[in-house]
């Protein structure tokens, strides 16, 4: 049986539902597979952007301080579902595919977006619960840090917005004489395609008027 229809190993049956139905519980099925498949969940600790995952990635971590249930038009909503599949998703590619981090980040935050969605949340009301619990690197409330905290994510931002500095510098016409502007720019639009996509998430007015992120943030 051709693996795009769900149950493989048992007898399908076309369901008598719509299309968006039908795609919206295929991905909740996903969903819980990608769950399922979580090694250990850990609400502990303080984390950079919401969420985050060990250096091995047999651990998921979820900041202590993020709610575990938003409340959305009269359901409880378990959010830890989606950003334990956004960052199962990018850490799995990068570890995997060998991905860049902020390319990993785009995939995973589009995932995360499919399956807030699929569950009948508006994306922005779910970014806006994520974004009022949001600590960024250097906040004052980081002050229970996993010791075996995956930092590349926060390296990758970091060099992110060094770069869009160079860029403003070169747009206004500031940069040093030694530099051509033009030379800087096409090797930047060649090496790192993804910055016309990414958003820092350590600016939170940025984000989700989008994560990882981000994961939302780097979770």
């Not at 909740?28 to 979580?38: F, P, S």
């Not at 040093?176 to 090496?191: F, R």
Request: hydrophobic share 35%; net charge positive.
């Amino acid at each position: 049986m051709p693996l795009d229809h769900c149950h493989p190993n048992t007898p399908h049956k076309k369901l008598k539902m719509p299309e968006w139905y039908v795609s919206s519980l295929m991905m909740d099925r996903a969903l819980d597979a990608v769950i399922r498949r979580a090694k250990k969940i850990d609400r502990n600790h303080d984390i950079p952007y919401v969420a985050g995952y060990s250096k091995d990635g047999k651990t998921i971590y979820i900041d202590r301080h993020i709610p575990k249930i938003m409340k959305y038009e009269g359901r409880e909503i378990d959010t830890d579902r989606y950003l334990i599949l956004h960052e199962e998703v990018e850490k799995t590619l990068i570890d995997q595919l060998n991905l860049h981090y902020l390319h990993a980040h785009q995939i995973a935050s589009r995932a995360e977006q499919a399956a807030v969605r699929a569950a009948g949340i508006r994306w922005r009301d779910y970014d806006r619960f994520m974004q009022a619990n949001v600590k960024a690197i250097g906040d004052e409330r980081l002050k229970k840090v996993p010791a075996d905290l995956d930092l590349k994510p926060y390296r990758d931002e970091h060099d992110y917005e060094l770069v869009q500095r160079m860029l403003d510098c070169i747009k206004r016409n500031v940069a040093p004489a030694e530099v051509d502007g033009e030379q800087v720019k096409k090797a930047i639009e060649h090496h790192m395609p993804h910055l016309g996509m990414h958003k820092p998430k350590a600016k939170a007015a940025s984000k989700g008027k989008a994560k990882p992120k981000a994961k939302a943030r780097k979770k």
